[in-house]
């Protein structure tokens, strides 16, 4: 899926059970991270618009180191590491990277029903065993996009009802704001708060 739906899923998945801005935006980060494995995307491109040597680093890379039980203990132990409440925020974080790998397998397929995205959860250390669910649906489909807009609407409506949103992860100030327009919108809606 796409990183804004893994933000999304993250998010909503855990601010409730989460008391500090920081630990919700590691854990949030903790979902995203798997995919910092495609960056090899960016030698890639270089090495075709340079004219140099043709690399395949996305295709080696994405899907192998990111998306396995090592790379989520990994992001565990480092939200823990920084977070305010290090056990609540370890189990988020180790969940929530097994969110991004269970996002992955059901909507990842790339444009044809043969371009399947498996992953490798003991990867790197065993990559004979790849996971793959065939009836996996493409990166971008209805199904998809329907989870990433329900999943909008249900932290839209959260951030108005509790006064913060992932903006505050950022900028407080601006997250004030956006409550504030969020809020008079809800009223205008629903005639409350």
């Not at 996305?58 to 990994?74: E, T």
Request: aromatic share 12%; net charge neutral.
């Amino acid at each position: 899926m796409s990183p804004v739906t893994h933000f999304l899923v993250g998010w909503v998945g855990f601010e409730s059970c989460l008391r500090h801005q920081r630990d919700r935006a590691l854990v949030c980060l903790a979902g995203l991270a798997p995919d910092l494995d495609g960056a090899g995307i960016v030698i890639d491109l270089f090495n075709q618009l340079a004219g140099l040597a043709e690399t395949g680093f996305y295709q080696d890379w994405h899907r192998l180191y990111g998306h396995g039980i090592s790379a989520a203990i990994v992001l565990t132990l480092l939200a823990a590491a920084v977070a305010h409440d290090r056990l609540r925020v370890a189990v988020a974080a180790f969940i929530n990277a097994h969110l991004h790998f269970l996002c992955d397998l059901l909507g990842s397929r790339g444009s044809t029903v043969d371009d399947l995205w498996g992953l490798y959860y003991f990867g790197p250390w065993n990559v004979a065993d790849e996971i793959v669910w065939r009836g996996q649906w493409q990166l971008v489909s209805w199904q998809n996009t329907l989870i990433s807009v329900v999943l909008m609407f249900i932290l839209l409506e959260r951030a108005s009802r509790k006064g913060y949103s992932p903006l505050g992860c950022v900028s407080p100030r601006a997250d004030q704001v956006f409550i504030t327009v969020l809020r008079r919108w809800r009223q205008a809606l629903t005639g409350r708060i």
